[in-house]
């Protein structure tokens, strides 16, 4: 039986996978690094590596990317939320990517809504991180594609199928006998996408890091929850908790808990021991496992947390 110590994914273990997705060819996209950390993820490529394949109501996961290296469009049918571990990043979306945009610094979060085309892109001076949260345990049965990245694709090696795999012709693969590639979407599909002002998204969607370092200077922050300063129920909850926010005394849930350190170093204590998470670690605890957590060191801290509900995971909740 696993312990806690088996269930935390160290910063400087993630593996990367660079042929994730379609537009792992494609100029301005051929250098990013997706990471799969909780759960299956919605990686296209059988070359994906998944640290904990443990099913626990979301997956946790990353994209790494030097400066000028973008995502590209496309959409989910459960939540995609991101914080900023490291860097600076542009977030864009529309159907060209022109309805609207922001800069995310670091510790900034942005619970996306369902049914838009997104993309996003490292627009600091060194490689950049940002931490994902995909609702659901198959994250909603894989990616949307705006039809231009998958034309794109195609000029540059890799089809995807309609079973939602890669195939990429550099490597002599092909679709395989009566597999058909996966079809775009009509004119009259993408007139159901919305351009959603950019007003709309940053009061709605987006919480910056210095407003929730105040708001969990006694207790944690709600982000993201029913009440929380993102209101939504995408089948998890997050806080967010700094160090005046948590009493460091043993506590245990119903439901699977990841920690998510941001800044400084977090004493991790459990029923057989004790450990410290560092920025960009992830730790999974399971219902009913005792754990507390505190800072060990002086300094900024600050850390998410996330914990699943038992909302169904889907588009995103409107309040009604």
């Not at 004790?274 to 920025?279: A, G, H, I, Q």
Request: some cysteine.
């Amino acid at each position: 039986m696993s312990t806690i110590q088996d269930l935390i994914v160290r910063y400087g273990d993630l593996k990367p996978c660079k042929t994730a997705f379609i537009d792992a060819h494609t100029p301005g996209s051929d250098r990013k690094e997706n990471f799969t950390i909780i759960g299956g993820g919605v990686s296209e490529s059988p070359d994906q590596h998944v640290h904990l394949t443990d099913r626990i109501g979301f997956n946790i996961g990353a994209a790494g990317q030097p400066p000028k290296c973008r995502n590209s469009l496309h959409c989910h049918r459960t939540a995609e939320v991101f914080f900023v571990l490291k860097g600076r990043w542009r977030f864009f979306w529309g159907r060209y990517g022109t309805a609207g945009a922001f800069i995310a610094e670091e510790g900034d979060i942005f619970n996306i809504p369902t049914g838009i085309f997104r993309g996003f892109e490292n627009v600091g001076t060194d490689y950049g991180m940002i931490m994902a949260i995909l609702g659901g345990d198959d994250a909603g049965g894989g990616v949307i594609w705006a039809p231009q990245v998958i034309e794109d694709a195609r000029e540059h090696g890799l089809v995807l199928g309609e079973n939602g795999k890669l195939y990429d012709s550099k490597k002599g693969e092909a679709l395989p006998e009566g597999l058909k590639p996966m079809p775009l979407l009509t004119e009259e599909a993408l007139k159901t996408y919305p351009e959603v002002p950019v007003e709309d998204v940053i009061g709605t969607y987006v919480a910056r890091y210095w407003d929730l370092m105040a708001l969990a200077a006694r207790k944690p922050a709600k982000v993201i929850g029913a009440d929380a300063v993102l209101r939504d129920k995408p089948g998890f909850e997050v806080d967010f908790l700094t160090r005046g926010s948590v009493p460091d005394e043993m506590e245990s849930h119903d439901k699977p808990t990841v920690l998510m350190p941001l800044r400084g170093h977090w004493l991790l204590r459990y029923e057989d021991g004790e450990t410290v998470l560092n920025p960009g670690d992830t730790a999974l605890i399971h219902p009913g496992e005792a754990h507390a957590v505190a800072p060990s060191m002086t300094g900024e801290a600050s850390l998410y947390r996330v914990r699943a509900t038992d909302d169904p995971a889907g588009p995103t909740w409107t309040g009604s």
